[in-house]
């Protein structure tokens, strides 16, 4: 038997797959995190907006602001949906990744074992022959025709 797991290149590959869809996952989570997170302060920014006006312009100000801040919630809105699909498709590319060397590994697995037990036969081979052959000396030597 091959002493060398003969997909082991493949399941480098399928390692080196593994680590760059979890960095992409991982800057996918990042990203969405950070939208949240300015969508947040914005949120936080338009409440702390000064609702009393003193004139007709500072009305007219504060209402622009306002309805720019709302605008600009909607973008981010619409924008943290897109992050959160481009998180679920980088999920799903990490698990078929991770599956993958899942499957790869057990083979390695196998493989391992079949070596070990390959092994092991030998061994047991080699110390009958010895036991065999001490055996037949011992008769041999005794003079004893059994």
């Known amino acids: ?85 481009a998180v679920g498709e980088a999920q799903v590319a990490f698990d078929t990744t991770r599956a993958d060397s899942v499957r790869l590994e057990k083979l390695e697995g196998r493989h391992g074992a079949l070596v070990t037990a390959d092994d092991l036969h030998r061994e047991q081979t080699i110390l009958d022959e010895i036991a065999s052959t001490g055996w037949h000396r011992n008769r041999g030597a005794d003079g004893d025709p059994r």
């Open 1 to 85: 038997m091959k002493r060398t797991f003969a997909l082991a290149g493949l399941l480098r590959l399928r390692h080196l797959q593994q680590d760059q869809a979890a960095g992409d996952l991982a800057q996918a989570n990042a990203t969405a995190q950070a939208n949240t997170a300015r969508r947040a302060a914005a949120r936080s920014t338009l409440d702390r907006t000064p609702t009393l006006a003193s004139g007709a312009d500072t009305l007219a100000a504060i209402a622009f602001a306002r309805a720019s801040a709302h605008s600009m919630l909607a973008d981010m809105e619409a924008l943290g949906r897109n992050y959160q699909v």
